[in-house]
């Protein structure tokens, strides 16, 4: 039985295409919260938040949360908001390793271009400017995580080789 693996960070840091990795190469069960909320709703993020609005949404978070940290052996690629909870971040240390990924404003907005299921950056003409304005308020909860990956200039190949290597040493002994 093993420590969940739990990536966190900022919209386009790479959280699910490095998780997916990660799964594979440790031959792991990879849940996608985001893809996961969407599917028991039956609807997209944007119309969760377009519906029922942005706390229902962060209900639903906690509330996935506090079930998958009741569980071992995942890989969990977490919404760009979980730490707006600091609860959440605290659950999921129990029984996991908590992993937060980076990335600058312009590499971001090269990551979140082509999407359009981001609703806290939609409809923001001046997407560099919404994302830095979110990065500045979110920051200091990100860099709260003590296990910290810059992404930037890393292909999700070489981050999620990082993220194994991070979390090997945090359980080998
Ligand atoms: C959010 C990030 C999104 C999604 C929702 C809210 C946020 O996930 O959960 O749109 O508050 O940062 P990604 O980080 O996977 O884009």
Known sequence: MGKNIIL????????????RIVANQLEREFIDMDS????????????????EGEAHFRSLERALVQE???????????GGGIVLNPDNISDF??????????????TILKRVAKDSHRPLLEGDDD???????????????YQAIPLQIET???TARETAQEVVALYLGQTRF
């Open 68 to 78: 998958l940290s009741a569980r071992e052996d995942l890989v969990i690629a977490t």
């Open 127 to 141: 997407k560099i400017k919404a994302i830095r304005a979110l990065l500045a308020k979110r920051d200091k909860l």
């Open 152 to 154: 930037s200039n890393h």
């Open 8 to 19: 966190v960070g900022f919209m386009g840091t790479g959280k699910s295409v490095t998780g």
């Open 93 to 106: 240390s129990k029984t996991g390793v908590v992993i937060c990924l980076h990335a600058d404003p312009d």
């Open 36 to 51: 996961l909320i969407e599917e028991r709703a039956g609807k997209k993020i944007s119309e969760i938040f377009a519906d």
